[in-house]
């Protein structure tokens, strides 16, 4: 996935080394070049563009017409809403995280329909997840599209749950889980491990419960 982090401060560093980590190509636009390549380090494999996140052309020059994902992670809450909309309305990227500072903002972001997310430790494992998992794409459909299967990366929020967690009987069953590359199907005492892949089947008129178990619906 192809995700623009802008901001590169506790919050956005983190994020960028996480997806960088995770084997996503990341670009960190951020107006302090210097001090972003540090925080960043010597492992990033990923671009840094000198910039602010409302510039059009600094915009283009992190590729944003191709970017899967963008994360507002600046210092300022009003930086992080216009770029926010810039991302969302004007390039249409489809997954668009503001981090929010003064929760007394909210309301502002969520009647925008943008996904928000505050607190630093968490902020960092949310936006990864938010970024990752916020769109619950079936890979496969069956029928007429009544039934999906659905592929899912075990974060930090699953971790340690069980298949009788998500499944949902007559509507979300799980199917295999796949653990260092090799798949195997679960049982009652199994738990999930942070990395593992699970396959889901899910009943079309379920994928809005599915959403709210994961904690991957939209705020609109």
Do not use: W
Request: net charge neutral; aromatic share 4%.
């Amino acid at each position: 996935m192809k995700v623009i982090v802008m901001g590169c401060g506790r919050v956005g560093s983190q994020v960028a080394r996480l997806l960088d980590q995770r084997g996503h190509q990341v670009v960190v636009l951020d107006h302090h070049d210097a001090d972003a390549a540090a925080r960043l380090g010597d492992e990033f494999k990923g671009r840094v563009v000198h910039g602010l996140g409302f510039d059009r052309e600094a915009l283009e020059q992190a590729d944003i017409k191709n970017a899967e994902a963008f994360v507002a992670a600046s210092s300022s809450d009003n930086a992080n809403i216009v770029a926010a909309r810039i991302a969302r309305n004007l390039f249409k990227v489809p997954r668009v995280i503001a981090r929010m500072y003064d929760p007394r903002h909210a309301e502002i972001y969520q009647q925008l329909g943008l996904m928000t997310i505050s607190g630093t430790e968490l902020g960092v494992r949310r936006i990864y997840e938010m970024v990752t998992h916020s769109d619950l794409d079936a890979i496969h459909k069956f029928g007429r599209g009544e039934v999906s299967l659905i592929r899912i990366e075990v974060g930090f929020e699953l971790a340690g749950r069980s298949p009788r967690d998500l499944n949902i009987p007559g509507e979300v069953s799980l199917v295999t889980i796949t653990r260092a590359d090799r798949a195997f199907l679960p049982s009652a005492g199994t738990e999930f491990r942070e990395g593992d892949v699970l396959h889901l089947a899910v009943l079309a008129s379920a994928m809005g419960r599915l959403e709210q178990m994961l904690g991957l619906e939209r705020r609109l």
